[in-house]
């Protein structure tokens, strides 16, 4: 496994720090500021999403499906039991948006990883590894 790398924490300034009291101290402020935060991280989410995809061929690697929204990043070999450990719990990113960040961070290394559309993903766990597009029965 190589190293991960890991994002750097954004520096606190004083002014930072006066800006979330000030935000904190009124709910309608508060309010106002988790929308839009909320709509700033589906953004960013989606950037990634669309990052990772494109770096990864753009479409499902067994069906060739090239709708984002169907497309997710499918751990080859065992590897995202590795990454999480014994213990379940993943030791360098939390959830589907610390998957494509750790793969941007870490330059999308292509050995380990493919895009898969859901069904292939799901149906490739399902049937023991064979996509079921691929077990011609």
């Known amino acids: 496994m190589t190293k991960s790398k890991t994002m750097p924490a954004l520096p606190r300034t004083e002014e930072h720090k006066h800006t979330w009291a000030k935000i904190k101290s009124s709910p309608v402020r508060l309010k106002a500021f988790r929308a839009k935060d909320r709509i700033l991280k589906a953004k960013t989410r989606m950037e990634l999403k669309l990052a990772v995809i494109k770096a990864y061929g753009g479409k499902c690697a067994c069906c060739r499906e ?6 997710t990043v499918d751990h080859k070999n ?11 719990k993943c030791r360098r ?3 589907t948006t610390g998957i494509w960040a750790w ?5 999308f290394p292509n050995k380990d990883y493919q895009i898969l559309c859901f069904n292939c993903n799901s149906g490739t766990y399902i049937n023991g590894g064979i996509c079921p597009h691929k077990d011609v029965r």
């Open 66 to 71: 090239k709708d984002h929204r169907f497309l």
């Open 78 to 88: 065992g590897v995202g039991y590795r990454r999480r450990g014994s213990n379940g």
């Open 93 to 95: 990113a939390n959830g």
């Open 103 to 107: 793969l941007v961070a870490n330059r």
